[in-house]
């Protein structure tokens, strides 16, 4: 049984017991978590301490000043001893097999990279949506649309090679993705196994900080002409109005 190490970085604490407990009680044993703590209260420094305490193969790494989501998994992947990288992000859920599940999917296919549909809820656990899982994505398909959620997402370490999160307020993961796809696509599970809390506070919820990421994404780390990211930034924008019209 192959070691997975499970990356959390942490800035608001208000969902993370529930986040930990579900990657902690994952059916697959052989497993380390790494918490990479990314905010200066150091109340709920204290808090995670208690919540950690005496949790076997769990390691916390406090960052001296908020360096964001994408920078924090990338000391959490630097620190990581196992062959295969897990995201979690500190508001969302596993169920107890996504491990066991993904790990035995990606073995017995050969593949590197590997995702799955997950459920969309708000803040009160209430359900919204889904996003299904297309059984094979291509660096092409997910310029158009990213369709993967991080905190489905498993890799093997040895394919990530120097790879990084660059740092960006949002869109961090999708950058990553594409690099990853320029190597090899992407295979998914089209079943459940994450729960993905949409939260109206996040970062994540800002259009305006979206919109100026996105551009970024094409312009600057994909290396298209002005014209062609904001012709880009408009499809990525219809595509997830589409997602989220769609039931």
Request: aromatic residues 16%.
């Amino acid at each position: 049984m192959d070691l997975v190490s499970i990356i959390i970085p942490v800035y608001n604490i208000i969902f993370f017991r529930e986040a930990f407990n579900s990657a902690y009680n994952q059916s697959y044993k052989k497993k380390e978590i790494i918490i990479i703590y990314d905010n200066n209260k150091k109340e709920d420094l204290e808090i995670i301490n208690k919540i950690i305490y005496k949790k076997k193969n769990t390691k916390l790494i406090n960052n001296k000043k908020n360096l964001g989501a994408g920078i924090s998994r990338n000391i959490g992947i630097k620190y990581s001893k196992g062959s295969y990288i897990a995201f979690l992000d500190a508001d969302d859920l596993w169920s107890r097999k996504k491990l066991a599940v993904q790990i035995n999917f990606m073995k017995k296919n050969y593949v590197n990279f590997c995702h799955t549909t997950y459920r969309i809820i708000d803040k009160s656990g209430k359900f919204l949506n889904y996003r299904r899982a297309k059984k094979i994505l291509n660096y092409k398909y997910l310029l158009k649309s990213c369709d993967i959620g991080l905190s489905t997402v498993i890799v093997k370490k040895n394919f990530l090679k120097n790879n990084k999160f660059p740092k960006l307020k949002t869109k961090e993961d999708y950058v990553f993705w594409l690099k990853l796809l320029k190597q090899e696509n992407i295979y998914g599970i089209d079943k459940a196994y994450t729960v993905w809390r949409k939260l109206d506070n996040s970062l994540s919820s800002s259009y305006c900080q979206k919109i100026c990421d996105a551009f970024k994404v094409y312009n600057f780390y994909e290396r298209f002409s002005v014209i062609q990211s904001v012709f880009m930034v408009l499809r990525l924008s219809y595509f997830y109005l589409i997602k989220n019209l769609s039931k």
